[in-house]
């Protein structure tokens, strides 16, 4: 249930990138004139072609890159704004994780990051992996992970803070 009192979670009002690329620095629009708002309690699917600029979108959401004009806002704040990153999960589209650590020990790094205690962390921790399929995993690392098992592992890196929005970023790639 959408709650439309609340300030959206995430909104884009008229938002524009324009990258300048090669030796002319010839002027490509990834993403022009962008309008959206998302309210809590709302999934919202952000479908294009490739190359449509919707990772371009994402980056600038989360303050990746910052947008040629317009604005983001999330939780009704600047998306400047260092209060609104704890609240917020992000799966990229092509997470990068040390393959020499365990799923578990990944998902402590993260946990860790983002302040949570030891005791929240020993608690969290097996609860996400049960939840994205890989309890099962143990002592075995990322680097002997499948490309569908690194995918559930940033799925649940993306959920570690327990966050008010999540952005997953191709999730179903792999």
């Not at 993403?31 to 990772?55: C, M, Q």
């Not at 205690?117 to 097996?126: F, G, Q």
């Amino acid at each position: 249930m959408t709650d439309a009192s609340a300030p959206p979670v995430l909104a884009f009002q008229d938002l524009h990138k324009e990258f300048k690329l090669g030796v002319r620095l010839t002027r490509v629009h990834a993403v022009r004139g962008v309008t959206l708002e998302v309210y809590p309690g709302e999934i919202f699917g952000y479908l294009g072609p490739n190359g449509a600029g919707k990772t371009t979108t994402m980056k600038m959401a989360m303050g990746l890159i910052q947008p040629t004009s317009g604005s983001v806002r999330l939780f009704g704040r600047p998306s400047e704004d260092q209060s609104v990153r704890r609240r917020i999960g992000y799966l990229p589209e092509h997470p990068y994780f040390y393959d020499y650590l365990t799923a578990t020990e990944l998902l402590d790094f993260y946990g860790r990051l983002f302040g949570l205690s030891k005791a929240e962390r020993r608690r969290r921790i097996p609860e996400l992996l049960e939840l994205v399929g890989l309890s099962h995993t143990g002592s075995r690392t990322l680097r002997r992970f499948s490309k569908g098992m690194l995918q559930r592992a940033g799925i649940a890196q993306a959920l570690i803070n327990d966050p008010d929005l999540v952005v997953l970023d191709e999730p179903l790639s792999g």
